[in-house]
């Protein structure tokens, strides 16, 4: 099966292909642009050594020339020294206005190579080749791009369109099952905000721990529905002006603990499983939606094998002050995306300290 996604952001619109095998038709994907000849290939040792080779054959087929920068792993390297690196080698092959950067990833790579395009040259082409499932339904589309500061969380970044994003569902067989996991938050995350039959359509399922618990036709369904949620927000709100915020469901306090715990810890998804469980029960409390939403939510936590309890050790007084740095807070009042019913959720900035510091206590271990 295979389906094309379309962001409609007027001259700026670009697809997001989703086919098996696509990694190995990449080159004649971005032939199709019609861009510069040149491209940079991003990626980090593991993902290069499984898949660097085919993508590079791919693009070279196609006649582009290509060059390679293998960053080092993990969150915990998503600075702007690392991205000096990509800087250095785009200096080095001599990349010009009308060459592209490929990020081959996950969404640290995709979040810095589409960082590092936004800013080379003041701007050039970035395609996005996602290779965890975070980052094939998220971190892929829509154009966030940037990296951590040491106070918080993605505070430097710019907004800058991929030209094109290919997934290739078949390079999931790699990737480590708790990351798996991880891409199901994110997955959850559109159920709630957006595609209740998307909910519904997860919570048929036995199990989803690992791609082993799906069939080849849930997974593609799961990835095309949840592409199709990401582009439906960002077309109708590029740059986070209203709507778009609510893709930030979990993430105010899933950023806090993250970046409180040094990126080590967590890794995003599990940080926004348990910003979505703290959302919710603030929900609760404010009488915005019902036990039942929250429990169907938390069950689906669960059967993802995801955490629902903060880390140990962490200052619930911490939590809240690191809140104030949320890119979404506005004239000091931290923002919080709340659910009403599954599949509809709505934007607050009038939620109580203290109901905050009550919910997280209750799920603080
Ligand atoms: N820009 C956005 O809109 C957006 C959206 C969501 C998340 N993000 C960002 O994305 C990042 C998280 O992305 P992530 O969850 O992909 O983490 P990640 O990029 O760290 O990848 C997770 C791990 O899986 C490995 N991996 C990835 N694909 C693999 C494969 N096919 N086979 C084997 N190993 C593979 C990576 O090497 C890495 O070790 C965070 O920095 C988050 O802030 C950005
Ligand atoms: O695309 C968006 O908008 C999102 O909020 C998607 C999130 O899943 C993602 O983690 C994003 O990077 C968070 O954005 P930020 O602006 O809060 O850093
Ligand atoms: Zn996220």
Known sequence: MSSVIRVNLGPMSYDISVAAGNLDRLGSLVSSLKLGKKALLVSNPEIFAHYGQRAIASMENAGFQVSSVVLPAGEQYKTLSTVQ??????????????STMIALGGGVIGDMTGFAAATWLRGINVVQVPTSLLAMVDASIGGKTGVNHPQGKNLIGAFHQPRLVVIDPQVLTTLPAREFRAGMAEVIKYGVIWDKQLFERLEEADNLHSIDDLTGELLTEIIVRSC?????????????????????????????????????????????????????QIAVKMQLWGNDGDRRQELLIKKAGLPIHLPQGLKIDEIIDILQTDKKVKDGQVRFILPREIGTVTISDRVPSQTIADVLATINN
Request: net charge negative; aromatic share 4%; no cysteine.
């Open 85 to 98: 690196s990509i800087y250095n080698s785009a200096l080095e092959h001599r990349l010009e206005r009308s």
């Open 228 to 280: 199709q949620s990401k582009a439906d927000v960002v077309s109708k709100d590029e740059k986070e002006s209203g709507l778009r915020a609510i893709l930030n469901y979990g993430h105010t306090i899933g950023h806090a603990v993250e970046s409180l715990t040094g990126y080590l810890e967590l890794v995003h998804g599990e940080a926004v499983a348990i910003g979505m469980v703290a959302a919710s």
